[in-house]
């Protein structure tokens, strides 16, 4: 497997370096999931370069980041008073901590996605809650791109994930994707209950900004087939879950 810069993007992620409509929409809706409790104390676990945790950060008692690349940690010091560079199996902090915890777009790129979740639940205070965006399977496009024949190549890759799961993650070996059932399993026997749960399409801002009406339009069409079944098509699975 090639160990080029794109290949370790690829193997972490690229976190969010532009705040557009996309992270509005966003963060609209892990606010309107958390209620009050995004005013206590809040973690943004793979916090990134710290979009997210600096607007978290305006309104919570205390938000704090964790992050596993140490350089994006750094950045993310610049919106937020505290950031710890770690792994997301091995969170460095009491059980019961936090009100809220935000895990966006990270667990698919970590080594045991369980042992994760494990964790975001055991620095959970009772009654708190994890907002989760993950990637949806069922999306036509793997949008972390594909290695073949040891090179990583960059790109939306359509029609990976409708694979055969074997071939698809030979394909995508850095990056999980998860149906519904998939994270129903993955939430088995933990101390939680669902609150919520979807699957929404992306906000599309690269292809507003080169073609703004044909972005415009086709933002507009995916984003109401949120309200239909074919929002099974979607981008991200959005998840609210409160530990119990």
Known sequence: MSTTPSAKAALRGEPSYVWRAGQERRLRMILDAAGALASGMVLDNGCGVGMYLGRLAEQARCAVGVEYEHERAVSALARAACVACAAGEALPFPAETFDLVLSHEVLEHVADDRRALEEIIRVLRPGGRLILFCPNRGYPF????????????????????????????????HVRVYSTRDLQHLFHGLPVRIVSRTIIFGAYDNIIARLPRVGRGLRSLLQWLERTPLRGLGLSHFWVVERL
């Not at 972390?144 to 030979?170: K, M, Q, S, T």
């Open 142 to 173: 793997e949008t972390h791109g594909i290695f073949w024949r040891g090179e990583y190549h960059f790109g939306n890759i359509p029609l990976v994930n409708y694979l055969p799961r074997a071939l698809r993650n030979h394909l995508a070996p």
